[in-house]
């Protein structure tokens, strides 16, 4: 778990130094279906290729948080972007594809498969997103 949400934070201090890059040159703000073209070749890299190794839905949720940042900063709202700090809210997010095993406290994750989970009070309905943070021990 630890190493997808290094893999989500990489992506995602990767495309800001991007788009700061871009900035300083004097172009604008880039959107994130290209930023997602720059995912597709960052994972056919040979020096990230260990990027294939975690799940693709978080590595784009985690484009998607940055330019949700860019569009709270446009619109004044917050702060401009900064870079994730290891440690510090490492948390990555699934969109879908996540099933949820309330009888035996057990939740299933893409590429990670069944995980035990502190089932603190029964849910009702159905799990869509799954909001996963590693616990140190």
């Known amino acids: 778990m630890r190493r997808f949400a290094g893999a989500c934070r990489f992506v995602f201090n990767r495309a800001l ?49 940055l330019e949700r940042a860019y569009k709270n900063f446009f619109q004044n709202r917050a702060a401009f972007p900064r870079f994730k700090k290891r440690g510090q809210n ?31 009070r029964q849910v009702t309905g159905c799990c869509e997103k799954c909001h996963c943070q590693p616990v140190l021990r």
């Open 90 to 120: 490492d948390v990555f997010r699934y969109p879908q594809g996540v099933k949820l095993d309330q009888e035996n406290s057990r939740i299933f994750l893409p590429k990670l498969g069944w995980m035990r989970y502190r089932n603190s």
């Open 17 to 65: 130094a991007r788009q700061n890059e871009n900035h300083e040159v004097g172009n604008k703000y880039i959107p994130y279906g290209k930023m997602a073209s720059w995912l597709v070749e960052w994972k056919n890299a040979t020096e990230t290729q260990w990027l294939k190794d975690a799940p693709s839905q978080p590595l784009q949720q985690s484009l998607k948080d």
